[in-house]
């Protein structure tokens, strides 16, 4: 799973309290679909494929919060993506433990959004 080296630097400078959370939700997201892509963006980790797709954020805090940019308009069944609005819905971590419970429903909305921005 190749990573961006601006999103280490990120990490390095950032110091977020939920690091090692942070850093497994990206692990599953860029295991899920070969073609997602992350980099830093407004201040935060941003990962896409077609656009943006989700981003870390308020990552001053001991949990973490993961923003579908446009989770409205990925298609599937995802019970733990939180919101109704045509646009922003978001999926929230306490520990990795969480993460790792999650991680088939992301990763099949990780690839239902890749397939949807393929060419």
């Known amino acids: 799973m190749p990573t961006n080296p601006e999103v280490e630097d990120w990490f390095a400078s950032s110091k977020p309290p939920a690091e090692a959370v942070l850093r497994r939700v990206r692990e599953v997201i860029l295991a899920a679909d070969p073609r997602m892509q992350e980099y830093v963006k407004y201040r935060t980790v941003q990962f896409a494929r077609g656009g943006d797709m989700a981003s870390f954020v308020q990552t001053g805090k001991r949990t973490v919060?993961?923003?579908?940019?446009?989770?409205?308009?990925?298609?599937?069944?995802?019970?733990?993506?939180?919101?109704?609005?045509?646009?922003?819905?978001?999926?929230?971590?306490?520990?990795?433990?969480?993460?790792?419970?999650?991680?088939?429903?992301?990763?099949?909305?990780?690839?239902?959004?890749?397939?949807?921005?393929?060419?």
């Open 65 to 119: 919060s993961l923003m579908f940019n446009r989770g409205g308009k990925i298609e599937g069944d995802f019970p733990h993506i939180e919101g109704t609005g045509r646009a922003v819905r978001f999926m929230r971590f306490a520990d990795i433990a969480e993460v790792d419970a999650l991680a088939s429903e992301r990763t099949a909305a990780v690839r239902a959004w890749c397939a949807a921005m393929a060419p």
